[in-house]
């Protein structure tokens, strides 16, 4: 389904689409699976590996624990796995994690007699190779991605691994507010992208050179509209992060933006045949009626199908709406 250059949305055979065509694309759709079975999993211990316990089902808490891991993981080794965060507050909650679902402790990773206030360990084979086969492989940061059994569990859990995982690498930030989550795998921030917008959240994703390592790395951000609705569907679990974001959404209430990632392109002509049926004091409606032909937001449309109730009876308008 795509937009063609007269506004008009058609269906085309996909042999038929070209680089910039806009697609029409779901958003908001709220549609979750209901798995929460795990994957089966058999283990023989050694006579000297930590044993501890396994969960049953996917549940919230293991949601939890496997979003910290994907964001502040390093899952390198064959016996332990470690964990990366300064804020005391989600130290505990890791901990507290790791105990509940597992039955072992989150140790402070010591050099030379010194701890740095944010470096864990988790020991225990036995853990490890459950995480593996979860889909948390070992390798780079590069190669990181969302765990299948998240992409097919219910919305309470896949929302709580998404918190966990905005605490560890996202962060938000003015001057305007945006969440913002960066990685080095393109995989993961594709997943994500697609997984905002199944809540009605519309990320821009992009890609940046880092010189110094001499390779790309990937941001999705969110502004506007698309920021609320993660605050009100998703958001973080620190007080830190919880408060600067309920201080960029109440910041943000009634700013009009124009986000180029949401917006309706080639209606410029249906905007023109309106505006000589609306009085003067359109000034939404004026603005996308420019020789420069922007292309309006969501929230831009509403504004002007509010100034152009007057005209409300033509197909133009109609169709708009």
Request: with cysteine.
């Given at each position: 389904?795509?937009?063609a250059?007269?506004?008009?949305?058609?269906?085309r055979?996909?042999?038929?689409?070209k680089i910039g065509?806009?697609?029409?694309?779901?958003?908001?759709?709220?549609?979750?699976?209901?798995?929460?079975?795990?994957p089966?999993?058999?283990?023989?211990?050694?006579?000297?590996?930590?044993?501890?316990?396994l969960?049953?089902?996917l549940?919230?808490?293991?949601?939890?624990?496997?979003?910290?891991l994907?964001?502040?993981?390093?899952?390198?080794?064959?016996?332990?796995?470690?964990?990366?965060?300064?804020?005391?507050?989600?130290?505990?909650?890791?901990?507290?994690?790791?105990e509940s679902?597992?039955?072992?402790?989150?140790?402070?990773?010591?050099?030379?007699?010194?701890?740095?206030g944010?470096?864990?360990?988790?020991?225990?084979?036995?853990?490890?190779?459950?995480l593996?086969?979860?889909?948390?492989?070992?390798?780079?940061?590069?190669?990181?991605?969302?765990?299948?059994s998240?992409?097919?569990?219910?919305?309470?859990?896949?929302?709580a691994?998404?918190?966990a995982?905005?605490?560890?690498?996202?962060s938000?930030?003015?001057?305007?507010?945006?969440v913002?989550?960066?990685?080095?795998?393109?995989?993961l921030?594709?997943?994500?992208?697609?997984?905002?917008?199944?809540?009605?959240a519309?990320?821009?994703?992009?890609?940046?050179?880092?010189?110094?390592?001499?390779?790309?790395?990937?941001?999705?951000?969110?502004i506007?509209?698309?920021?609320?609705r993660?605050?009100d569907?998703?958001?973080f679990?620190?007080?830190?992060?919880?408060?600067?974001?309920?201080?960029?959404v109440?910041?943000?209430?009634?700013i009009r933006?124009?986000?180029?990632?949401?917006?309706?392109p080639?209606q410029?002509?249906?905007?023109?045949?309106?505006?000589?049926?609306?009085?003067?004091a359109?000034?939404t409606?004026?603005?996308?009626t420019?020789?420069?032909?922007?292309?309006?937001?969501y929230?831009?449309?509403?504004h002007?199908?509010?100034?152009?109730?007057?005209?409300?009876?033509?197909?133009?308008?109609?169709?708009?709406?």
């Amino acid at each position: 389904l795509a937009l063609a250059e007269s506004g008009e949305l058609a269906f085309r055979r996909l042999d038929e689409l070209k680089i910039g065509d806009y697609l029409a694309i779901q958003r908001g759709q709220q549609t979750f699976g209901q798995e929460t079975h795990l994957p089966p999993f058999e283990f023989t211990p050694r006579t000297n590996a930590l044993d501890g316990k396994l969960p049953a089902h996917l549940t919230e808490d293991l949601a939890l624990f496997l979003g910290y891991l994907v964001s502040e993981g390093t899952l390198s080794f064959d016996n332990q796995v470690t964990f990366c965060h300064t804020d005391p507050e989600i130290q505990a909650d890791m901990a507290g994690l790791t105990e509940s679902l597992f039955g072992l402790r989150l140790r402070r990773h010591m050099h030379r007699g010194q701890w740095n206030g944010k470096d864990f360990r988790i020991f225990g084979v036995k853990l490890r190779r459950f995480l593996l086969n979860l889909g948390l492989a070992q390798g780079r940061a590069a190669s990181k991605s969302i765990p299948p059994s998240i992409l097919t569990a219910p919305k309470p859990i896949v929302t709580a691994f998404l918190r966990a995982y905005f605490e560890g690498d996202g962060s938000i930030y003015g001057p305007d507010g945006r969440v913002e989550i960066a990685s080095a795998s393109y995989e993961l921030l594709s997943q994500l992208h697609i997984l905002l917008l199944n809540y009605g959240a519309v990320g821009n994703l992009r890609a940046k050179r880092d010189s110094k390592y001499d390779r790309d790395y990937y941001y999705l951000t969110l502004i506007g509209e698309n920021m609320s609705r993660f605050a009100d569907q998703i958001g973080f679990l620190s007080t830190i992060k919880r408060d600067k974001l309920k201080k960029y959404v109440a910041a943000q209430k009634g700013i009009r933006r124009n986000p180029n990632v949401d917006v309706l392109p080639y209606q410029n002509n249906r905007l023109r045949a309106l505006r000589p049926q609306v009085k003067a004091a359109a000034d939404t409606l004026r603005r996308f009626t420019r020789s420069d032909n922007r292309a309006p937001s969501y929230y831009s449309l509403r504004h002007i199908l509010e100034e152009a109730q007057t005209a409300s009876h033509d197909p133009n308008y109609q169709i708009l709406e």
